[in-house]
């Protein structure tokens, strides 16, 4: 399977992006794909994640109420819609694909494909 991320660009505080995750070359069923960043010199940050089977999602506390994750399985593809955007929002966006349970679905560690990357930088 190969992930392709896309949708990063430049905002301004307060705008909306919609980020897209589009699959390839295999199935997503029995996966959870997530969504992380990383800003220069920090380490990389779980964003928020969905199971493909059923659609249980997680989010991280700094995007709750304005971050949305969900998936469109004909596409093969997930979006992370995020809304009220920040200056601190500001990373490159990965996408990437595990199988482990859902209380270790913030570690980037035990995730074993991931997209290139799109960046997204909110100007104030």
């Known amino acids: 399977v190969q992930l392709q991320a896309s949708g990063g660009g430049l905002v301004q505080v307060g705008a909306s992006l919609r980020l897209s995750c589009a699959a390839s070359?295999?199935?997503?069923?029995?996966?959870?794909l997530g969504w992380f960043r990383q800003a220069p010199g920090r380490e990389r940050e779980f964003v928020a994640a969905i199971r493909w089977s059923g659609g249980t999602t997680r989010y991280t506390d700094s995007v709750k109420g304005r971050f949305s994750i969900s998936k469109d399985s004909a596409k093969n593809t997930v979006f992370l819609q995020m809304n009220s955007l920040k200056p601190e929002d500001t990373a490159v966006y990965y996408c990437?694909?595990?199988?482990?349970?859902?209380?270790?679905?913030?570690?980037?560690?035990?995730?074993?494909?991931w997209g290139q990357g799109t960046q997204v930088t909110v100007s104030s």
């Open positions: 070359g295999g199935t997503l069923s029995s996966y959870t």
């Open positions: 990437a694909r595990t199988r482990i349970v859902y209380s270790e679905w913030a570690n980037h560690e035990r995730y074993d494909i």
